[in-house]
């Protein structure tokens, strides 16, 4: 019997359903989603990333990340925070990313506030990896059902309250979700998933930053 949300991709493999069998998307399931990260530049991509997506699909985001890493210098922080109004507008005007001002102007924000934390806490990975839900918080199955209940978590409300309060922006509860399931920050592979135990096991042998 099948189980809901998992898919059989075309290697025979189930899968969590959101990836559609698309190649790029199953290869981002498989291999990006859900593993724990701490390198400080892609914790910063994703979450502007994320803020991106507001509105999208993460798919349209994925295809266009090489243009989007070309645009704000590889998510290097101390270099996205140096950008002036000459390069907003560049930016605003470069068909290969999603040009929305707003989003724009706050990946720049954002990462003169990601200076500030890393310089506070010594690394933008120390800081988003204190947020890590606790055992306790999480739920004792995972199933289809659990993830669609919970776009949100009160861990993904205290770090989207603490992120708000720090002055960034386009960082609401369930963009911050969104980031702490990509990250690894919680394992979000649907029961029945070929990568949930993987998943499982390279969160078991993590080290928390």
Avoid at 58 to 84: P, Q, S
């Amino acid at each position: 019997m099948a189980t809901e949300g998992i898919i059989e991709g075309p290697d025979g493999h189930g899968r969590c359903f959101w990836h559609g069998n698309l190649p790029d998307y199953i290869a981002y399931h498989d291999a990006e989603w859900g593993r724990p990260v701490t390198n400080d530049n892609r914790l910063f991509e994703k979450i502007c990333l994320e803020g991106f997506q507001s509105g999208l699909s993460w798919l349209t985001i994925l295809r266009k990340r090489e243009n989007f890493r070309a645009a704000f210098a590889g998510f290097d922080f101390d270099k996205v925070a140096l950008f002036d109004e000459a390069d907003i507008e560049r930016l605003v005007q470069d068909a290969g990313i999603i040009r929305h001002r707003g989003k724009i102007v706050s990946t720049i924000n954002n990462a003169r506030r990601a200076v500030e934390l890393r310089d506070e806490f010594g690394s933008l990975a120390r800081y988003f990896w204190s947020w890590e839900p606790k055992p306790d918080e999480r739920p004792a199955v995972f199933d289809l059902a659990t993830l669609r209940a919970n776009p949100t978590t009160p861990a993904s409300v205290r770090l989207s309250k603490d992120l708000k309060k720090r002055g960034w922006t386009f960082v609401g509860p369930t963009t911050v979700y969104a980031f702490m399931q990509a990250m690894g920050m919680v394992n979000d592979h649907i029961e029945g998933c070929c990568c949930r135990e993987t998943v499982e096991l390279e969160r078991k042998a993590f080290v928390r930053p």
